[in-house]
């Protein structure tokens, strides 16, 4: 039983750790439709990720498929933002590959829609991307960690040890017998 306990234990506190980071939110938000071009993108991601030279990298492209980034993205923290120049409509289309907090690359694309042409400093209130199940059932800590996996490992450690108790006061009442 104490076996059990610890091999629950280990798995909950492991399981997280071992999570890819997954992007939760973007400005523009994803398959939002936005009165201006932004004149950048931020996306933001569930945990730390980590920089250095290859571990980030940002294509922003019109429908044409015109690169629309002449800048590298700017990585701070979980935020990483990326600088826009020119001027498109239609649809915007992101690519994106980041490394993450568990030193695993990840990678997707999202798009948006420009109502509008020409290149502005303000967009139309847009709100974040669908934040994924894992991210809508967890409350997020202030270092950008989910805290739900902690909650299941107490309560799994609190219902092992009423289990535990239970079952050495029944053997201890037997033996009295």
């Known amino acids: ?14 399981s997280p750790a071992f999570a890819h980071d997954e992007l939760v939110g973007s400005d523009p938000a994803v398959g939002s439709e936005v009165a201006e071009m932004p004149t950048e993108v931020t996306l933001t991601f569930s945990g ?3 920089t250095g030279e290859g571990t980030t990298d940002v ?7 015109t ?6 993205p700017v990585v701070d923290g979980v935020r990483v933002i990326q600088p826009i120049s020119g001027s498109a409509s239609g649809e915007i289309t992101v690519t994106w590959r980041v ?10 694309q999202f798009s ?34 989910e805290l739900l996996p902690v909650w299941i490992t107490v309560g799994v450690v609190a219902v092992v040890a009423v289990v535990f108790v239970v079952l050495l006061t029944r053997r201890r009442g037997l033996r009295e017998d």
């Open 59 to 65: 294509v922003v492209t019109d429908a044409a498929g």
């Open 112 to 145: 948006f829609v420009v109502a509008g042409a020409g290149t502005g400093s303000t967009t139309a209130p847009s709100g974040a991307a669908s934040p994924s199940p894992s991210a809508q059932s967890a409350e997020a800590g202030s270092d950008g960690t």
């Open 48 to 50: 730390v990720l980590l």
């Open 67 to 72: 690169a629309l980034t002449s800048e590298p």
């Open 99 to 108: 490394v993450s907090s568990d030193g695993h690359p990840i990678s997707d």
């Open 1 to 14: 039983m104490l076996a059990l306990a610890a091999a629950l234990v280990a798995g909950s506190a492991a």
